[in-house]
């Protein structure tokens, strides 16, 4: 069952989620791109932000849920901008086009693509010598809000549904330098864990169960016939509530992110 993703949930803690792809482009090397390409581009946050730096550059938006696409195109403006419903593993190994991507970012997503460190040399592929590839992956994938959900999906009477349910999953920065670097890159690999302070005004009792239910457990929780999906989330909620209790700031939710910046070597030097 392939999950549907809900623009608005995802939108809750927007600045929280838009940080990384910020601190992400600042390490992205000067460039005048022609093309510009944001798979996984989820609301369109991105793809305004590539247009307003870049106004010069095309810049396609792609992810494979058409709620997210149809939010990203009502915010991208249009003009130089657009937004598609596809698949990136199909767009990485779509050959026609291979080699006419000045920039290519990916913020997000891969984690949702099984072995995807295979996928890599393949975008790499996609992009002109001198373009570069800019990803960024969560990597807190052993912490509680991870965890806590993979355990209560175990219990019998949730496991019989959760079969083949996609679960989000990445790799050490120095993963991706290997990968990156071997696919002809010069390659910048970094980690930075965020400390999230979230619902500091103590309006929502679960804050974190509201940031994972919109993407992580997201799948999960759909998949779920709704009498256990509800059941499912009471327990999720109650143990979140004790992993992450609230402090006098509000609740803080650690938050490791995964970065690469490969700039594609030109084959002649």
């Known amino acids: 069952m392939d999950a549907s993703w809900d623009p608005d949930h995802y939108a809750r803690y927007a600045t929280e989620r838009d940080r990384p792809f910020v601190e992400l482009m600042a390490r992205v090397p000067e460039l005048e791109p022609r093309c510009v390409v944001d798979l996984g581009c989820g609301p369109g946050h991105g793809l305004r932000w590539l247009a307003d730096r870049w106004p010069g550059a095309q810049v396609l938006g792609l992810d494979s849920s058409p709620e997210m696409v149809a939010a990203a195109q009502g915010s991208a403006g249009g003009g130089t901008v657009r937004a598609e419903v596809g698949d990136l593993v199909d767009w990485a190994r779509g050959g026609g086009g291979a080699g006419e991507v000045d920039l290519l970012v990916t913020t997000a997503t891969l984690q949702w693509v099984p072995g995807h460190l295979a996928l890599l040399p393949d975008l790499v592929g996609r992009l002109r010598p001198g373009g570069v590839l800019a990803m960024t992956v969560p990597g807190n994938f052993g912490e509680p809000s991870h965890t806590r959900r993979r355990e209560i999906a175990e219990q019998p009477r949730y496991a019989a549904h959760l079969a083949g349910v996609a679960g989000p999953a990445a790799h ?98």
């Open 172 to 269: 050490d920065p120095a993963d991706y330098l290997r990968v990156l670097s071997a696919a002809g890159c010069e390659v910048d690999a970094w980690e930075t864990t965020y400390l999230h302070v979230l619902d500091p005004a103590g309006e929502d009792s679960d804050p974190v169960f509201t940031w994972v239910s919109a993407t992580g457990a997201r799948p999960t929780l759909q998949a779920l016939p709704p009498d256990l999906r509800q059941d499912f989330a009471d327990e999720l909620r109650a143990a979140l509530r004790e992993a992450y209790p609230r402090t006098d700031a509000g609740v803080v939710l650690p938050f490791r992110r995964v970065f690469a910046v490969a700039t594609r070597r030109d084959s002649s030097d």
